[in-house]
């Protein structure tokens, strides 16, 4: 049973360029869900993504974008980049519908601005 | 959205000793309440979970406990050992008609001295 995979796993950017990353959820899981994670901190919510539509959104700036395709995996798209979008990116998918719904995370994609 | 605190950031202990790590949340709707594992460098993995209809769940030397009035529930991990050494988040969810959305704690950093 493959669970969720993300790439790249780490990237290097410069300010003010932009970034995709990616991710494949968990078989079977039909929801995507993206956190921000910087150095000590817990995972920040930036949204969630089901049925190819964004339904949840958290406290992050329109930078921040995405997006899913029919077969439920997703992708993060982060423009203009700042020194404070340094992080490690999560992806987390869960089955929408379930009482519930548990997150499954991938490794994480390590971003470095630089 | 669902605020969330968690205490001790930082926790130390002698190997076969207990640990315990509390959480706060705000929102009185939530309805499960997941603890997640993070060792260095890995994906946060979840370790055990609790509903709202129950105050106290037990897996081995891992306890979770809720008390929903008061807004709190606690992690307790007993005969602690050197591979428990990891940081620790609670979460509360943000209920949505796509189901559960996850808001974290901080972390706890659990250090067990061998």
């Known amino acids: 049973d493959a669970g969720v995979t993300q790439s790249p796993t780490h990237l290097i950017k410069t300010r003010g360029q932009q970034v995709t990353l990616r991710c494949s959820p968990k078989?079977?899981?039909?929801?995507v869900s993206w956190y921000q994670q910087a150095l000590g901190q817990g995972p920040q919510f930036i949204f969630q993504?089901?049925?190819?539509?964004?339904?949840q959104r958290g406290n992050f700036p329109d930078r921040f974008s995405g997006h899913q395709f029919p077969n439920y995996s997703s992708e993060l798209n982060v423009n203009a980049l700042l020194l404070g979008d340094s992080a490690l990116y999560l992806c987390?998918?869960?089955?929408?519908?379930?009482?519930?719904?548990?997150?499954?995370f991938g490794e994480g994609s390590r971003l470095t601005v630089l | 959205g669902e605020n969330v605190e968690q205490h001790p950031s930082t926790l130390s202990v002698q190997e076969g000793d207990s640990a315990v790590i509390k959480c706060t949340y705000s929102?009185?709707?939530?309805?499960?309440f997941p603890w997640y594992k993070q060792e260095l460098g890995k994906r946060p993995q979840l370790i055990i979970d609790?509903?709202?209809?129950?105050g106290e769940k037990k897996d081995q030397r891992i306890a979770v406990t809720l008390n929903k009035t008061a807004k709190h529930f606690s992690l307790h991990i007993t005969e602690t050992q050197p591979e428990d050494s990891a940081v620790y988040f609670c979460?509360?969810?943000?209920?949505?008609?796509?189901?559960?959305?996850?808001?974290f704690g901080t972390g706890t950093s659990l250090t067990v001295i061998p």
């Open positions: 987390a998918s869960s089955l929408a519908g379930t009482f519930t719904g548990e997150l499954f």
């Open positions: 078989s079977g899981h039909d929801t």
């Open positions: 993504y089901y049925e190819e539509e964004e339904r």
């Open positions: 929102d009185s709707a939530s309805n499960y």
């Open positions: 609790i509903r709202s209809n129950v």
């Open positions: 979460a509360a969810p943000f209920t949505s008609n796509t189901g559960n959305q996850f808001y």
